[in-house]
T-cell receptor, first 113, second 116 residues
Framework: NAGVTQTPKFQVLKTGQSMTLQCAQDMNHEYMSWYRQDPGMGLRLIHYSVGAGITDQGEVPNGYNVSRSTTEDFPLRLLSAAPSQTSVYFCASRAGGSYNEQFFGPGTRLTVL | AQKITQTQPGMFVQEKEAVTLDCTYD???????LFWYKQPSSGEMIFLIY??????QNATEGRYSLNFQKARKSANLVISASQLGDSAMYFCAMREGREGNTPLVFGKGTRLSVIA
Protein backbone atom coordinates (compact mmCIF):
# COMPACT_ATOMS: atom_id res chain seq x y z
CA ASN A 1 0.00 0.00 0.00
CA ALA A 2 1.22 3.49 -0.83
CA GLY A 3 -0.87 4.91 2.05
CA VAL A 4 -1.73 8.58 1.65
CA THR A 5 -0.02 10.34 -1.23
CA GLN A 6 0.11 14.06 -1.93
CA THR A 7 1.27 15.97 -4.96
CA PRO A 8 3.11 18.21 -5.43
CA LYS A 9 5.63 18.22 -2.58
CA PHE A 10 6.53 21.87 -3.16
CA GLN A 11 4.73 24.66 -5.00
CA VAL A 12 5.26 28.36 -5.50
CA LEU A 13 2.33 30.47 -6.67
CA LYS A 14 1.77 34.11 -7.40
CA THR A 15 -1.03 35.97 -5.70
CA GLY A 16 -4.29 35.37 -7.54
CA GLN A 17 -3.30 32.10 -9.16
CA SER A 18 -5.38 29.00 -8.61
CA MET A 19 -4.22 25.44 -8.16
CA THR A 20 -5.25 22.03 -6.89
CA LEU A 21 -3.40 20.02 -4.29
CA GLN A 22 -3.89 16.35 -4.96
CA CYS A 23 -4.49 13.72 -2.29
CA ALA A 24 -5.11 10.02 -2.76
CA GLN A 25 -5.30 7.00 -0.45
CA ASP A 26 -5.39 3.31 -1.26
CA MET A 27 -6.65 1.99 2.07
CA ASN A 28 -10.37 2.29 1.27
CA HIS A 29 -10.77 4.78 4.11
CA GLU A 30 -14.08 6.56 4.50
CA TYR A 31 -12.75 9.64 6.20
CA MET A 32 -10.39 12.16 4.66
CA SER A 33 -9.28 15.57 5.86
CA TRP A 34 -7.14 18.52 4.87
CA TYR A 35 -5.09 20.46 7.41
CA ARG A 36 -2.74 23.36 7.21
CA GLN A 37 0.23 23.76 9.52
CA ASP A 38 1.64 27.14 10.39
CA PRO A 39 4.37 27.88 12.96
CA GLY A 40 2.93 28.06 16.47
CA MET A 41 -0.58 27.21 15.27
CA GLY A 42 -0.53 23.44 15.18
CA LEU A 43 -2.65 21.70 12.56
CA ARG A 44 -5.85 23.45 11.64
CA LEU A 45 -8.64 21.67 9.82
CA ILE A 46 -9.64 23.12 6.45
CA HIS A 47 -12.21 20.67 5.10
CA TYR A 48 -13.10 17.07 5.71
CA SER A 49 -15.15 14.29 4.18
CA VAL A 50 -16.94 11.33 5.75
CA GLY A 51 -17.43 9.54 2.44
CA ALA A 52 -17.72 9.98 -1.29
CA GLY A 53 -20.01 12.87 -2.11
CA ILE A 54 -19.99 14.27 1.44
CA THR A 55 -17.78 17.15 2.55
CA ASP A 56 -17.89 19.67 5.35
CA GLN A 57 -16.01 22.74 6.47
CA GLY A 58 -13.43 22.79 9.19
CA GLU A 59 -11.95 25.63 11.20
CA VAL A 60 -10.33 27.57 8.34
CA PRO A 61 -12.24 26.86 5.10
CA ASN A 62 -12.19 30.29 3.47
CA GLY A 63 -10.35 30.38 0.16
CA TYR A 64 -10.44 26.61 -0.31
CA ASN A 65 -12.78 24.20 -2.07
CA VAL A 66 -12.95 20.43 -1.93
CA SER A 67 -14.86 17.64 -3.58
CA ARG A 68 -14.98 13.88 -3.02
CA SER A 69 -16.17 12.11 -6.12
CA THR A 70 -14.41 8.85 -5.26
CA THR A 71 -13.36 7.13 -2.04
CA GLU A 72 -9.71 7.37 -3.04
CA ASP A 73 -9.30 11.04 -3.96
CA PHE A 74 -9.81 14.26 -2.06
CA PRO A 75 -8.35 17.27 -3.93
CA LEU A 76 -8.03 20.69 -2.32
CA ARG A 77 -8.51 23.70 -4.58
CA LEU A 78 -7.11 27.14 -3.91
CA LEU A 79 -9.40 29.50 -5.78
CA SER A 80 -7.28 32.66 -5.79
CA ALA A 81 -4.06 32.22 -3.84
CA ALA A 82 -3.11 34.78 -1.21
CA PRO A 83 0.15 35.16 0.77
CA SER A 84 -1.83 34.15 3.90
CA GLN A 85 -2.20 30.71 2.35
CA THR A 86 1.54 30.12 2.50
CA SER A 87 1.69 27.00 4.65
CA VAL A 88 2.34 23.28 4.79
CA TYR A 89 -0.74 21.30 3.81
CA PHE A 90 -1.42 17.80 5.06
CA CYS A 91 -4.00 15.37 3.78
CA ALA A 92 -5.09 12.56 6.09
CA SER A 93 -7.36 9.54 6.00
CA ARG A 94 -8.72 6.95 8.41
CA ALA A 95 -11.17 4.11 8.65
CA GLY A 96 -14.51 4.51 10.42
CA GLY A 97 -14.78 4.21 14.18
CA SER A 98 -13.72 6.68 16.82
CA TYR A 99 -10.60 4.77 17.83
CA ASN A 100 -8.87 4.50 14.48
CA GLU A 101 -5.66 6.38 13.96
CA GLN A 102 -5.43 8.91 11.21
CA PHE A 103 -2.81 8.40 8.51
CA PHE A 104 -1.11 11.46 7.06
CA GLY A 105 0.40 12.20 3.71
CA PRO A 106 3.92 13.67 3.49
CA GLY A 107 2.64 17.23 3.10
CA THR A 108 2.81 19.93 0.45
CA ARG A 109 4.82 23.07 1.15
CA LEU A 110 3.09 25.97 -0.58
CA THR A 111 4.50 29.46 -0.93
CA VAL A 112 2.36 32.28 -2.29
CA LEU A 113 4.29 35.35 -3.40
CA ALA B 1 -12.88 27.93 22.89
CA GLN B 2 -9.90 25.75 22.25
CA LYS B 3 -10.70 22.08 22.47
CA ILE B 4 -7.09 20.98 22.94
CA THR B 5 -4.58 22.97 24.96
CA GLN B 6 -0.89 22.28 25.10
CA THR B 7 0.64 24.83 27.43
CA GLN B 8 4.32 23.99 26.88
CA PRO B 9 5.62 25.49 23.63
CA GLY B 10 9.03 23.95 24.28
CA MET B 11 10.57 21.41 26.64
CA PHE B 12 14.09 20.19 27.28
CA VAL B 13 14.98 16.82 28.74
CA GLN B 14 18.24 15.05 29.43
CA GLU B 15 18.87 11.85 27.54
CA LYS B 16 17.64 8.76 29.46
CA GLU B 17 15.36 10.85 31.66
CA ALA B 18 11.55 10.70 31.57
CA VAL B 19 9.50 13.66 30.37
CA THR B 20 5.81 14.57 30.56
CA LEU B 21 4.12 16.60 27.86
CA ASP B 22 0.89 18.22 29.00
CA CYS B 23 -2.45 18.16 27.22
CA THR B 24 -5.84 19.31 28.45
CA TYR B 25 -9.04 19.02 26.49
CA ASP B 26 -12.52 20.42 26.51
CA UNK B 27 -15.61 18.46 25.53
CA UNK B 28 -19.11 17.82 26.79
CA UNK B 29 -19.41 14.57 24.84
CA UNK B 30 -18.97 11.51 27.07
CA UNK B 31 -17.49 9.57 24.12
CA UNK B 32 -14.20 10.76 22.73
CA UNK B 33 -10.75 9.59 21.79
CA LEU B 34 -7.41 11.19 22.50
CA PHE B 35 -4.38 10.80 20.28
CA TRP B 36 -0.74 11.81 20.35
CA TYR B 37 1.34 12.35 17.23
CA LYS B 38 5.05 13.00 16.77
CA GLN B 39 6.43 15.20 14.02
CA PRO B 40 10.21 15.00 13.59
CA SER B 41 12.13 17.62 11.68
CA SER B 42 11.56 15.65 8.47
CA GLY B 43 7.92 16.68 8.70
CA GLU B 44 5.94 13.44 8.68
CA MET B 45 3.21 12.84 11.23
CA ILE B 46 3.69 9.67 13.26
CA PHE B 47 0.91 8.20 15.40
CA LEU B 48 2.10 7.33 18.92
CA ILE B 49 -0.75 6.38 21.22
CA TYR B 50 -4.52 6.39 21.66
CA UNK B 51 -6.76 6.63 24.73
CA UNK B 52 -10.54 6.19 24.63
CA UNK B 53 -12.76 8.00 27.08
CA UNK B 54 -14.19 4.73 28.37
CA UNK B 55 -10.85 2.96 28.68
CA UNK B 56 -10.29 1.93 32.27
CA GLN B 57 -6.53 1.76 32.05
CA ASN B 58 -3.96 4.24 30.84
CA ALA B 59 -2.70 3.45 27.37
CA THR B 60 0.90 2.34 26.90
CA GLU B 61 2.98 1.75 23.78
CA GLY B 62 6.59 0.87 24.43
CA ARG B 63 8.28 3.92 25.99
CA TYR B 64 5.12 5.99 25.58
CA SER B 65 2.35 6.07 28.14
CA LEU B 66 -0.64 8.28 28.55
CA ASN B 67 -1.50 9.69 31.96
CA PHE B 68 -5.27 9.98 31.54
CA GLN B 69 -7.08 11.94 34.25
CA LYS B 70 -10.67 12.13 33.10
CA ALA B 71 -12.00 14.35 35.88
CA ARG B 72 -9.28 16.90 35.17
CA LYS B 73 -9.70 16.47 31.40
CA SER B 74 -6.02 15.90 30.95
CA ALA B 75 -4.17 13.38 28.77
CA ASN B 76 -0.47 13.88 29.35
CA LEU B 77 2.08 11.96 27.31
CA VAL B 78 4.92 10.40 29.28
CA ILE B 79 8.07 9.40 27.43
CA SER B 80 10.38 7.22 29.48
CA ALA B 81 14.13 6.89 28.95
CA SER B 82 14.33 9.74 26.43
CA GLN B 83 16.48 9.27 23.36
CA LEU B 84 18.02 11.83 21.02
CA GLY B 85 15.61 10.63 18.35
CA ASP B 86 12.69 11.76 20.50
CA SER B 87 13.51 15.37 19.67
CA ALA B 88 10.45 16.50 17.69
CA MET B 89 7.14 18.33 17.82
CA TYR B 90 4.43 16.48 19.70
CA PHE B 91 0.75 17.05 19.08
CA CYS B 92 -2.22 16.08 21.20
CA ALA B 93 -5.51 15.60 19.35
CA MET B 94 -9.10 14.67 20.10
CA ARG B 95 -12.02 13.18 18.25
CA GLU B 96 -15.50 13.46 19.75
CA GLY B 97 -18.46 11.15 19.39
CA ARG B 98 -19.01 7.42 19.72
CA GLU B 99 -19.33 6.83 15.98
CA GLY B 100 -16.19 8.78 15.17
CA ASN B 101 -17.84 10.89 12.47
CA THR B 102 -16.17 14.04 13.67
CA PRO B 103 -12.72 15.16 12.56
CA LEU B 104 -9.55 15.06 14.61
CA VAL B 105 -8.77 18.39 16.26
CA PHE B 106 -5.19 19.22 17.23
CA GLY B 107 -3.46 21.31 19.83
CA LYS B 108 -0.67 23.71 18.96
CA GLY B 109 2.04 21.28 19.89
CA THR B 110 5.08 21.05 22.15
CA ARG B 111 8.62 21.05 20.81
CA LEU B 112 10.73 18.54 22.75
CA SER B 113 14.49 18.76 22.67
CA VAL B 114 16.52 15.89 24.10
CA ILE B 115 19.98 16.87 25.32
CA ALA B 116 22.89 14.43 25.39
Amino acid sequence: NAGVTQTPKFQVLKTGQSMTLQCAQDMNHEYMSWYRQDPGMGLRLIHYSVGAGITDQGEVPNGYNVSRSTTEDFPLRLLSAAPSQTSVYFCASRAGGSYNEQFFGPGTRLTVL
Amino acid sequence: AQKITQTQPGMFVQEKEAVTLDCTYDTSDPSYGLFWYKQPSSGEMIFLIYQGSYDQQNATEGRYSLNFQKARKSANLVISASQLGDSAMYFCAMREGREGNTPLVFGKGTRLSVIA
